[in-house]
């Protein structure tokens, strides 16, 4: 069983390693990952029907964005932010103000961020 704040997280990262750690750290904070991609289409498959309370996107995929999945989850109305080496300047005028958290980040900014973004949408 969940406890009331824990959320279903999708992660769309590319670099293995990172995702590994994210995985985990959503984990220990209490959150259960809902799936982890590597690939736009892929993510974008998932994200048009799974259940999921919030997403955690990596900007720039192998020379492909994240946008088309931050698309579904918008028209949703499910909650992301985007994580990026390069920070919200990375964005397109569509997302640019969307919460955007700078890699590398500290446990404690992710928690907020996912809060953050999280009211935004009315959670």
């Known amino acids: ?22 995985e985990d750290l959503l984990s220990e904070m209490g959150h259960q990952v809902a799936g ?3 690939q736009v289409a892929e993510a974008v ?3 048009e029907h799974a259940d999921l309370d919030f997403a955690i996107l990596d900007i720039n995929l192998a020379g492909a964005t994240s946008f088309p999945v931050a698309e579904i989850l918008r028209r949703r109305g499910i909650p992301f932010l985007f994580a ?13 103000n ?5 890699k590398p980040y500290e446990p404690a900014e992710l928690e907020r961020a ?6 935004r949408v009315g959670d």
């Not at 969307?98 to 700078?102: F, G, P, V």
């Not at 996912?114 to 009211?119: D, K, L, R, Y």
């Open 98 to 102: 969307e919460l955007t958290l700078r």
């Open 84 to 96: 990026s080496g390069y920070g919200s300047p990375g964005l397109t005028s569509a997302f640019e």
């Open 36 to 38: 982890t991609f590597a």
């Open 114 to 119: 996912i809060a953050e973004a999280s009211a």
């Open 1 to 22: 069983m969940r406890k009331p704040s824990a959320r279903r997280i999708l992660i769309v990262e590319d670099e293995f390693l990172v995702a590994m750690l994210l």
């Open 45 to 47: 498959k998932f994200a």
